[in-house]
């Protein structure tokens, strides 16, 4: 008959002892955590921040204008965190912030809206309503649409180009760099320069197109 094994009586101690002291480290730790920050949203306004200027050009009578999407952004950009320089070519969150809408869906809106305040004029996007031709097709690409290197403003660079789909004059391709300064350091501010950055764009755009 084989006997059951009995462990050493020291050996029952120590495992009794473990629990609570599992129990006591769990509570330590608890305790010395430090809580998360609650995450602030933040957006780029609806409202363009120059609409109560004069339009750079208004589009001439009987011009048709497309925006052909999507405009596109950098991969980084693709996310909800407000990213802000970290030494030469890094990046990082600013805290809690988050973009409550995402930049790839809020900067072509924003910028086809801005772009019929300045012309004057809808600006359609596919599919087109029946009727209506355009004139002037536009593709826009934005190469850097981020926090400026010194945390101060907005940098960014766009490349677009204006073809008639008619075939009367080729396309014309067009580059800007800028920086539009901000108010501060702080989200609210650095978002506002955003939302100038595209105001400002729409006007650069519109005033590309060549006059009649």
């Given at each position: 008959?084989?006997?059951?094994?009995?462990?050493?009586?020291?050996?029952?101690?120590?495992?009794?002892?473990?629990?609570?002291?599992?129990?006591?480290?769990?509570?330590?730790?608890?305790?010395?955590?430090?809580?998360?920050?609650?995450?602030?949203?933040?957006?780029?306004?609806?409202?363009?921040?120059?609409?109560?200027?004069?339009?750079?050009?208004?589009?001439?009578?009987?011009?048709?204008?497309?925006?052909?999407?999507?405009?596109?952004?950098?991969?980084?950009?693709?996310?909800?965190?407000?990213?802000?320089?970290?030494?030469?070519?890094?990046?990082q969150p600013l805290g809690a912030v988050r973009?409550?809408?995402?930049?790839?869906?809020?900067?072509?809106?924003?910028?086809?809206?801005?772009?019929?305040?300045?012309?004057?004029?809808?600006?359609?996007?596919?599919?087109?309503?029946?009727?209506?031709?355009?004139?002037?097709?536009?593709?826009?690409?934005?190469?850097?649409?981020?926090?400026?290197?010194?945390?101060?403003?907005?940098?960014?660079?766009?490349?677009?180009?204006?073809?008639?789909?008619?075939?009367?004059?080729?396309?014309?391709?067009?580059?800007?760099?800028?920086?539009?300064?901000?108010?501060?350091?702080?989200?609210?501010?650095?978002?506002?320069?955003?939302?100038?950055?595209?105001?400002?764009?729409?006007?650069?755009?519109?005033?590309?197109?060549?006059?009649?």
């Amino acid at each position: 008959m084989t006997l059951p094994t009995r462990r050493p009586f020291g050996h029952r101690c120590r495992a009794g002892r473990s629990v609570p002291a599992l129990l006591l480290a769990a509570a330590l730790l608890a305790g010395c955590a430090t809580p998360l920050p609650p995450v602030t949203w933040v957006r780029l306004p609806a409202e363009a921040p120059g609409a109560v200027q004069p339009a750079l050009r208004a589009a001439a009578p009987g011009e048709v204008w497309q925006l052909v999407l999507p405009v596109a952004l950098p991969g980084h950009l693709d996310r909800d965190a407000l990213l802000v320089p970290r030494g030469a070519a890094g990046l990082q969150p600013l805290g809690a912030v988050r973009w409550a809408e995402p930049l790839r869906d809020a900067a072509p809106r924003l910028l086809r809206n801005d772009l019929a305040i300045h012309l004057g004029t809808p600006l359609w996007t596919a599919p087109l309503p029946p009727g209506v031709a355009p004139t002037r097709q536009l593709r826009v690409e934005l190469a850097a649409f981020d926090v400026a290197a010194d945390g101060r403003g907005a940098a960014l660079q766009a490349r677009w180009s204006l073809a008639d789909p008619r075939g009367a004059s080729p396309p014309r391709v067009f580059e800007a760099a800028f920086v539009t300064p901000a108010a501060g350091t702080d989200a609210e501010a650095l978002a506002a320069a955003h939302r100038l950055a595209l105001w400002q764009l729409a006007g650069r755009i519109a005033a590309s197109a060549p006059t009649p």
